[in-house]
Nanobody
Framework: QVQLVESGGGSVQAGGSLRLSCAAS????????MGWFRQAPGKEREFVAA????????YATDSVKGRFTISGNNAKNTVDLQMTSLKSEDTAVYYC????????????????WGRGTQVTVSS
């Protein structure tokens, strides 16, 4: 099993920045990709960004490209999401996820999930 714990959420004004962090524990050797998803009230959980642990390859959804950066530290088993130029539409609960396969955008392909951290952006 793998356990994921997110941190770093909070409230910020539009245009501001936040950094989210996700710490993995347990059978971390089984993880090949980690990602961030988000879910706004009344909406489906959506893909934000992902990173391959061995390749370091990253991918982000179009709406956050140029504003959000995903990075990983394999030695510490952590993955961060640096969020800049935040908009009110970025308000959501952000979830960290991990899977044994490669980078994927579909939430159904991820095996492990954190409990989420709230990000609120006020305009």
């Amino acid at each position: 099993q793998v356990q994921l714990v997110e941190s770093g959420g909070g409230s910020v004004q539009a245009g501001g920045s936040l950094r989210l962090s996700c710490a993995a524990s347990g059978r971390t050797f089984s993880i090949n990709a980690m990602g961030w998803f988000r879910q706004a009230p009344g909406k489906e959980r959506e893909f934000v960004a992902a990173i391959g642990r061995s390749s370091g390859s990253t991918y982000a959804t179009d709406s956050v490209k140029g504003r959000f950066t995903i990075s990983g530290n394999n030695a510490k088993n952590t993955v961060d999401l640096q969020m800049t130029s935040l908009k009110s539409e970025d308000t959501a609960v952000y979830y960290c996820a991990a899977r044994g396969g490669g980078i994927a955008m579909s939430k159904s392909l991820y095996d492990y999930w954190g409990r989420g951290t709230q990000v609120t952006v006020s305009s």
